[in-house]
């Protein structure tokens, strides 16, 4: 593969290693240019401290930072059937485009090596993370925040809205000192009545 000023002597000794089994050829070959390549993914990734419990959600935050995540995402679909499906094979030219895919992201994370993520970055992570949707969840916040003080004002404020809220109250009322303790007499009951046919057949026996 065709060198991009990966850095250091660490990532290179890997790369070579990818460069091995991609010559040898053959379905084994590939698949395992592949794998070593997922490693050197999740390798960048520790290096760079991206958050994530696991690779997965490293390669979320580490997003920002990548030009082409859906290639990367594509490249990582394929090493996943190579792990999950036995049966599964790739072509050289599939294999060469798949390594690309990792390469070239790896390349991405490698470029910040010399330096931390910056301050700015990280923020970007940080909303990126936990508040990606948030615009999205304001929205339904706000509508249901809306609607709730609408709902209440319509209860206490109107003739039909107190009506349903005294109807309610009374239903309620209802449900709790009449039918709720009518169910527990009859269960208290029932189980005086267990009770005293417990100690019969005790004393029976």
Do not use: C, H
Request: no cysteine; hydrophobic share 40%.
């Amino acid at each position: 593969m065709e060198e991009e000023n990966l850095s250091t002597k660490k990532y290179q000794e890997f790369w070579d290693r990818v460069d091995g089994n991609l010559s040898e050829g053959g379905y084994s070959g590939y698949k395992m240019a592949i794998i070593e390549t997922e490693k050197i993914l999740l390798m960048a990734l520790t290096d760079k401290n991206f958050p994530g419990k696991d690779i997965e959600e490293k390669i979320d935050s580490a997003k920002i930072v990548l030009k082409n995540p859906e290639k990367l995402k594509y490249s990582r679909s394929m090493y996943k059937k190579i792990i999950q499906e036995p049966g599964f094979d790739v072509s050289e030219d599939d294999t060469k485009e798949i390594l690309t895919g990792y390469y070239n992201s790896v390349a991405d994370l490698v470029k910040t090596q010399k330096k931390d993520v910056s301050k700015k970055e990280r923020l970007g992570l940080f909303l990126q993370r936990y508040f990606g949707n948030f615009p999205r969840k304001a929205k339904g916040i706000i509508l249901f925040v809306a609607f709730s003080f609408l709902l209440i004002l319509f209860l206490t404020d109107t003739s039909t809205g107190i009506a349903i809220t005294q109807a309610l109250t009374d239903f309620t009322r209802f449900l709790f000192y009449t039918v709720m303790f009518s169910i527990l007499k009859i269960l208290a009951v029932l189980a005086v009545i267990i009770g005293l046919l417990y100690l019969w057949q005790s004393r029976k026996k």
